[in-house]
């Protein structure tokens, strides 16, 4: 199963919002709504941010918000602070029974 | 403290069989799936697949069936990676996660990863 497509990078400048889009199919993304959202700083291990979408993990800023619409999810983070440059990654559970990572966005902060 | 340590890191040859651990501590380990995540140098993250520790129910990517195999030890609350045969493309930090969510698909606690390096 091939990645979902993420944006290669995304920048901003601080207090700006950003969007990073996570595209799909109707196999995965269009199937349920088991969309996750991680933020990996470099060496790091990930960490989650949202889940089902748009459920905010334990402990994460809500600054951060995740949607869905068709084959696609999306994670902004409005707010942008110097810490939120990092990788992000989407990945959603699939009509396979299995779970596939988007290809990773970086993240910017200017 | 709810935690995932795993193994250090290793350096390997082509060939060689590893065997690499996943310790959990600070919950119920039986009743919560592992998720194993490969990362190769300066890539993103794959999905190799799930073991459940209370039955050691297995999913394996397709892209990983037949390479590597997952295991537990309940007793020590602990989940390997292993493989038989190593390649140079095994290089790679590998993580494991605990898996929750109705479809396994949301990970909310990982290891700090343990980097292979496979030389040829």
């Known amino acids: 199963q091939s990645a979902l497509a993420q944006p290669a990078s995304v920048s901003g400048s601080p207090g700006q919002s950003l969007t990073i889009s996570c595209t799909g199919t109707?196999?995965?993304?269009?199937?349920?709504?088991?969309v996750s959202w991680y933020q990996q700083h470099p060496g790091k291990a990930p960490k989650l941010l949202i889940y089902d979408v748009s459920n905010r993990a334990s402990g994460v800023s809500d600054r951060f918000s995740g949607s869905k619409s068709g084959n696609t999810a999306s994670l902004t983070i409005s707010g942008l602070q110097a810490d939120d440059e990092a990788d992000y990654y989407c990945s959603s559970y699939t009509t396979r029974r299995t779970l596939v990572f988007g290809s990773g966005a970086k993240v910017t902060v200017l | 403290e709810l935690q995932l340590a795993q193994s250090g890191a290793e350096v390997k040859k082509a060939g060689e069989s590893l065997r690499i651990s996943c310790e959990a501590s600070?919950?119920?380990?039986?009743?919560?799936?592992i998720a194993w995540v490969r990362q190769m140098p300066g890539k993103g993250l794959e999905w190799m697949g799930i073991v459940y520790p209370g039955d050691s129910d297995t999913r394996y990517s397709p892209s990983f069936q037949g390479h590597v195999t997952f295991s537990v030890d309940t007793s020590i609350t602990t989940a390997f990676l292993q493989w038989s045969s190593l390649q140079a493309s095994d290089t790679a930090m590998y993580f494991c996660a605990r898996g929750v969510g109705i479809g396994v698909d949301t990970f909310d606690l990982w290891g700090q990863g343990t980097l292979v390096t496979i030389s040829s």
């Open positions: 109707s196999s995965d993304i269009g199937a349920y709504n088991y």
């Open positions: 600070g919950y119920n380990f039986s009743r919560y799936w």
